[in-house]
């Protein structure tokens, strides 16, 4: 394994997803919501630049290629994990993200059994879209729960009541991630769908 560039950003990213969860331990609210925000979306970019730069230099790497999608994983997991707890656990939000984790599982289990086959179950262009809405989602739902602790001192709870008349930045950021996190569900439950259809074939037993 070599330390490249492309390497090196996506291992710091795989570090930056515990402490997402990390920075509600030793930081007050809403220092917390901002600094967890301001480390998901750096980490996010990498999941760009370290793609880019590895084939921009030719530096893609079997250990690139292993480690970069447990990396997302990682990010995705934990930040959802601290968005259900930090909003009350929600069901806005718990349905979604059990759709994500659950996705996220059943795939991971079943590159695993296929083994050496489970090349077949490459990334597709979907899957991307895919990561990069969860991103995108998680990253606006922290905003919201930032922006709701300093006007409310409590994280948003969207669908309680009404909405108001004068609605707030943080309602609005926490609905706006509501939508794009049920998105990025839809996403996450057809390419799991995807995967498991071209899998079927390998999981069908040898007729005797």
């Given amino acids: 394994m070599r330390w490249t560039i492309p390497n090196i950003l996506t291992t710091l990213r795989l570090l930056a997803a515990p402490g997402v969860a990390v920075m509600f331990l030793y930081f007050n609210r809403p220092w917390a919501d901002w600094l967890a925000l301001a480390l998901f979306v750096g980490a996010a970019i990498t999941d760009w630049f370290d793609g880019y730069l590895a084939r921009l230099w030719k530096q893609e790497s079997r250990f690139g290629a ?23 656990m929600n069901p806005w939000l718990i349905l979604p993200a059990t759709i994500i984790l659950f996705r996220e599982v059943f795939v991971s289990g079943l590159r695993e059994f296929l083994g050496d086959r489970s090349a077949l179950l490459k990334v597709t262009k979907l899957a991307k879209w895919k990561t990069t809405a969860q991103m995108i989602a998680i990253a606006v739902l922290f905003l919201g729960t930032g922006l709701a602790y300093l006007e409310a001192g409590r994280p948003p709870r969207a669908g309680e009541g009404d909405v108001p008349v004068n609605v707030s930045h943080a309602a609005v950021a926490t609905w706006i991630g509501l939508a794009l996190i049920w998105l990025a569900a839809a996403l996450t439950a057809i390419t799991g769908w995807e995967y498991f259809r071209k899998s079927l074939p390998l999981l069908k037993d040898t007729q005797q």
Avoid at 66 to 88: E, R
């Fill in 66 to 88: 292993m480690l970069d999608p447990i990396a997302d994983k990682a990010m995705v997991v934990i930040a959802i994990m601290v968005l259900t707890g930090y909003s009350g």
